[in-house]
């Protein structure tokens, strides 16, 4: 019978997917078949999946990321509800990796969650069939009293996958004693014999200071404290882009802090409202001397060596805000390489067509920055699929050359409007400077991330950083804080394993 554990917690943001990754990793070297879940999750950083019809689906970035720790192929079992906002209180509904819809929080839950439990329940007991263990994801905090009557990613999962629970609690905020008391008492009593340990997780200092208030919880709750993970950022894709750096930050230098900064170059990012897959941001941002800015949008863009302007959830939308704003008079006096990535590439066209397909206004023409020789037509249907490309690197890539690979998730289609160079495939485009593309993940490329850096550190005047590769994988990082830090008689006992 396989075995599940829901990973939940007292809160967003506690550690969930890390100690799930770790989990994974620490599993499947032990030789266990192991799979990664979550029932339902809110997210725009999006990764493509097999659906159960073996064509292509997404599903959220974590669940990816996690079953490439169980080295397991992602399939859209793994996430088979994802909720992807879009503003104004809508978000994309997407059911076994395929878009349904766009509702709002009541029209779901009224209308959509009983669909969605059964989505979620079936693909749990497929991935049930697969593997001996799954180790399953909450979402946000277990005890929304709220929303006890619709929690699928935590109440839901507990009841249809007979789960047991490891409950965190993030001692960074202060409070997680209190926390992790008031959420135990919270949980329904029906549910309160499967919580099996809980956890702090982010904790700076000697561990030693906790063990009397871990002694009076254990003594109130009558569950055991399964470790004390400290505080450390393995690397791992974020969930979402509420982990950006705050408004006003620069963010950090990547690969090492200890780069001067006159050994470093900025590349700005505007902070979209709608922003999706940040994540392709984040192997660019380490690399030593690179700091990636998420800037307003009135940003003047004085202080940039390059611009990547991310993909959205809503191109049209997300354009008129920055002309609202003045980026596109910023954007048209910078001379810098900037890369445009999906919704950022449709920005950077002559015009996008048929707009209203995805704007909240009624719209039909809204023109594009004119940086390149492009236009967008929307259409309803969605692209979803991973993908293989030959580079042939110029402007802001210039000299990469070879294969690279990653996802495809956009709507419309994007054609020349005079002959320009397509160094990724038909739907890309480049100047000498100015690079638009489709493909999600193409700085995880390293020839093409070093390529991009190389040409910005050029146009700032600077040589990059020597870059030294000794560090481990982030799968092999959150399964050391899992090995290391949760007790081992607790996987022993409690995985079966």
């Excluded at 690969?255 to 709608?274: I, N, Q």
């Excluded at 995805?358 to 259409?379: A, I, M």
């Excluded at 400077?433 to 493909?439: C, F, S």
Aim: charge should be negative; proline fraction near 6%; include cysteine.
């Amino acid at each position: 019978m396989t075995q599940t554990l829901l990973v939940a917690g007292t809160a967003s943001h506690v550690g969930k997917s890390t100690i799930v990754a770790g989990l994974c990793r620490a599993l499947a070297d032990r030789g266990v078949d192991v799979a990664p879940f979550k029932a339902q999750n809110m997210s725009n950083n999006a990764r493509v999946a097999v659906r159960p019809d073996g064509e292509w689906g997404e599903i959220g970035v974590s669940q990816h990321v996690q079953a490439r720790a169980a080295r397991v192929p992602t399939t859209t079992d793994m996430n088979p509800v994802l909720l992807k906002p879009r503003g104004d209180g809508e978000s994309q509904l997407v059911i076994d990796g395929e878009a349904v819809g766009h509702f709002s929080a009541g029209n779901y839950y009224d209308d959509h969650w009983e669909d969605a439990r059964a989505a979620a329940e079936s693909a749990y007991d497929r991935l049930a069939s697969d593997h001996d263990v799954i180790v399953a994801e909450g979402a946000g905090s277990i005890a929304e009293i709220n929303l006890h009557d619709r929690d699928l990613a935590n109440l839901e999962t507990i009841r249809f996958a007979d789960a047991d629970v490891l409950v965190l609690a993030d001692i960074e905020r202060g409070g997680a004693f209190a926390a992790l008391y008031g959420t135990l008492a919270l949980i329904p009593d029906e549910f309160a014999d499967t919580v099996v340990g809980s956890a702090l997780t982010k904790f700076r200092g000697d561990a030693s200071l906790l063990d009397s208030g871990i002694d009076e919880i254990e003594t109130r709750t009558g569950v055991p404290v399964v470790g004390v993970v400290p505080y450390d950022d393995p690397g791992l894709p974020a969930e979402d882009s509420v982990s950006l750096p705050a408004v006003g930050e620069r963010g950090v230098i990547g690969g090492d802090s200890e780069v001067p900064e006159d050994e470093t170059v900025t590349v700005a990012v505007p902070r979209l409202p709608r922003l999706s897959n940040a994540t392709d941001l984040e192997s660019l941002a380490g690399e030593p001397g690179v700091r990636v800015a998420y800037e307003p949008l009135d940003d003047d863009l004085a202080d940039a060596d390059a611009v990547v302007l991310p993909g959205t959830k809503n191109t049209v939308d997300d354009l008129r805000e920055l002309r609202r704003a003045g980026f596109d008079s910023a954007i048209r006096s910078f001379t810098g390489p900037v890369v445009g990535l999906c919704g950022g590439y449709q920005m950077l066209g002559e015009r996008i067509e048929n707009a209203g397909v995805e704007s909240t206004e009624s719209v039909e023409t809204v023109e594009g920055f004119g940086l390149l020789p492009v236009t967008t037509t929307f259409s309803p249907e969605k692209r979803v699929e991973r993908v293989e490309q030959r580079l042939d690197g110029v402007g802001p890539l210039a000299g990469a050359t070879g294969p690279v690979s990653g996802y495809e998730i956009h709507m419309g289609s994007t054609t020349p409007t005079e002959p320009v160079e397509t160094p990724l495939s038909d739907e890309s485009a480049a100047t000498d400077r100015i690079l638009g593309t489709y493909l999600h993940g193409l700085f995880e490329n390293e020839r093409a991330r070093r390529a991009f850096r190389d040409a910005v550190f050029a146009h700032a005047g600077k040589r990059p950083p020597t870059v030294t590769d000794g560090s481990s994988s982030p799968f092999e990082r959150a399964k050391t804080l899992v090995n290391d830090n949760l007790n081992t008689s607790f996987l022993d006992e409690y995985l079966r394993v």
